[in-house]
């Protein structure tokens, strides 16, 4: 008897592996953007601390979109705004997966405003405070990696 239940049970095994499993939905690889430019940040004093790549987000469309659905950023990449007049900013991160840094930069290139550590997916306001016309985005834990601080200054390359 109990070989036969044995053999029942082997059989109902080998049916439920051999039936077709459905298949998982592929991962989206999120949105890829171009880095066409680079930026440098300096100490207060002058001093070079880092430069990395950056996509250029400088028409309205690609302001609205900025970092949306991009699901991975290198440490050395980024994303510079750059709007057509300095005025008080504020930025969110609804559709955006990733954590980031964000740097609020005046039009004498200082930074006047940093937010670490954003939330992913937030409608929570990251506002500059203080008038900006540059906006610098970067993974979170750029600022503390690089020790940068409200002051210090970003150089943009041609």
């Known amino acids: ?39 440098s940040f300096t100490s207060s004093s002058g001093d070079s601390i880092t430069t990395i790549r ?9 302001r609205s979109a900025g970092l949306m659905d991009v699901r991975s950023l290198a440490a050395s990449d980024g994303m510079l705004f750059i709007f057509d007049r300095q005025e008080p900013l504020s930025f969110w991160m609804a559709n955006t997966p990733l954590s980031l840094d964000m740097y ?5 290139f200082e ?30 834990g750029f600022t503390l990696t690089h020790d940068l601080k409200e002051g210090d200054r970003i150089r943009i390359h041609d």
């Open 1 to 39: 008897m109990k070989t036969n239940h044995i053999c029942a049970l082997v059989a109902i095994l080998l049916i439920v592996s051999c039936q077709e499993t459905v298949p998982e939905r592929p991962v989206q690889p999120g949105r890829v953007i171009e880095f066409t430019g680079a930026l």
């Open 54 to 62: 950056v996509a250029i987000a400088d028409s309205e469309d690609e």
């Open 104 to 108: 609020f930069v005046n039009e004498a």
């Open 111 to 140: 930074i006047v405003r940093i937010h670490t550590g954003t939330t992913p997916f937030s409608r929570q306001s990251y506002a500059s405070e203080l008038p900006a016309r540059y906006v610098v985005e970067v993974n979170a």
